[in-house]
């Protein structure tokens, strides 16, 4: 019987997930130079991971079933990564908004990032695990980038505004790094989690 291999899959959540960091970027005034804020946030580059290579993938007898639930949930899970590509293409973008670009940046942020940011949280959520240890690392998943998407409705709210607040920044920092800790927790244990089966 053929089985995936799927190393890739902890490399390409890592990639996938990783939050919006803080980094020093301003917002201007149209009319001044002056900046009106110090921070605003920045996306990861995205980076490319070739699909992983579907092999015979032989695994001891007592790990069949483990590694089969990897399977059935890799499978499940990478349905759903075009979405948050997407919004994190956006917020790429969007490393530095200027008054010039701002409206452009709260446009594409409530017309593509946050909906298909949303549409990845929607299909994290239907994805169902087939065992209790797959739920439980899951469930860090579903609450960090619950967090992550409140960061970015933080960050349109931001930009929405020719004087942006920088109070509301702030606060998408702190969801954003709160998201991260959850998401690393996550790629952490589903890395151990594949450990057996990828040697």
Same mark, same amino acid.
């Given at each position: ?25 301003? *917002? ?5 130079? $002056?900046? =009106? %804020? ?5 996306? #990861?580059?995205?980076? @490319? ?62 017309? *593509? ?5 949303? $549409?990845? =949280? %929607? ?5 169902? #695990?087939?065992?209790? @240890? ?66």
């Amino acid at each position: 019987m053929k089985k995936q291999s799927l190393r890739v899959i902890v490399m390409l959540m890592v990639f996938t997930l990783i939050p919006v960091f803080y980094s020093s970027a301003t *917002i201007h005034a149209a009319t001044t130079n $002056k900046p =009106l %804020s110090n921070q605003s946030p920045s996306a #990861p580059e995205p980076i @490319d991971i070739e699909e992983d290579t579907y092999s015979d993938h032989e695994v001891a007898p007592e790990l069949q079933q483990a590694f089969d639930d990897y399977v059935d949930y890799y499978s499940q899970y990478k349905e759903w990564v075009p979405y948050e590509t997407k919004a994190v293409s956006i917020l790429n973008k969007y490393k530095k908004v200027l008054a010039s670009t701002r409206k452009q940046a709260y446009s594409e942020m409530t017309n *593509i990032a946050i909906p298909n940011y949303k $549409k990845f =949280l %929607s299909g994290m959520k239907q994805l169902k #695990p087939n065992n209790n @240890d797959l739920s439980t690392i899951h469930s860090k998943l579903i609450k960090g980038t619950t967090l992550q998407l409140e960061g970015m409705v933080l960050f349109q709210k931001y930009v929405s505004k020719l004087n942006p607040d920088p109070t509301i920044i702030k606060k998408a920092n702190f969801k954003f790094t709160q998201g991260q800790l959850l998401i690393s927790e996550f790629n952490e244990e589903i890395a151990l989690y594949n450990a057996p089966f990828s040697q």
